[in-house]
């Protein structure tokens, strides 16, 4: 069985791969950026989270959780994700953390299966846009690797953050 240390490695490896991989990487966006995907402290964080970001085909969407702690419950529409509806499951997964990449636009709805987690907020439902935002003073780019250092530096040090909080859960 591998260690804390080694999945978090991988993690690290794999994110650090697809962004030299240029511009069909994406964006990654940590899902519920430094709680990961746990228990919500309310039952509108990851409402609130998702409210703040801009999310496009092609982005990637990372769930950072302990197997068999949680999971991720996709389904089809909102009145099942708003019951926490089990009954027309879209897709599972189980063996965190899990990396999905967003190939579709419209609506996307997750949320955790396990126990009453759903119910207690650890949800969220997406909606992905056809195209990436352009920034209003900027020139038009494909890339959606950061564009300086300092966002590389940014991105980096997000990264990190991520693998500690993996370590610790």
């Known amino acids: ?34 709680k990961g995907w746990r228990m919500a402290p309310n039952k509108t964080y990851y409402e609130d ?16 959780y302990r197997s068999g702690v949680y999971n ?12 926490c509806s089990m009954k027309n499951i879209t897709n599972r997964w189980q063996n965190g953390p899990t990396i999905i990449e967003l190939t ?8 955790c299966g396990v126990g009453e987690h759903c119910e207690e907020g ?10 990436a935002p352009t920034p209003p003073d900027a020139p038009s780019t494909n890339s959606a690797t950061p564009g300086t250092a300092a966002d590389l530096l940014i991105y980096l040090a997000g ?4 693998a500690v909080s993996v370590l610790l859960m």
């Open 49 to 64: 989270w998702v409210r703040t970001r801009n999310i496009s085909i092609g982005d990637k969407l990372m769930f950072l």
């Open 104 to 111: 579709q636009p419209g609506p996307h709805y997750y949320f």
């Open 122 to 131: 650890q949800k969220v439902a997406i909606n992905v846009s056809a195209f």
């Open 159 to 162: 990264l990190a953050a991520c």
């Open 1 to 34: 069985m591998a260690s804390k240390t080694q999945y978090a490695f991988l993690l690290l490896s794999a994110v650090m791969a697809s962004l030299f991989a240029g511009s069909a990487a994406g964006v990654y966006h940590i899902v519920g950026a430094g």
């Open 72 to 83: 991720i419950v996709e389904v089809p529409t909102k009145e099942l994700f708003d019951e």
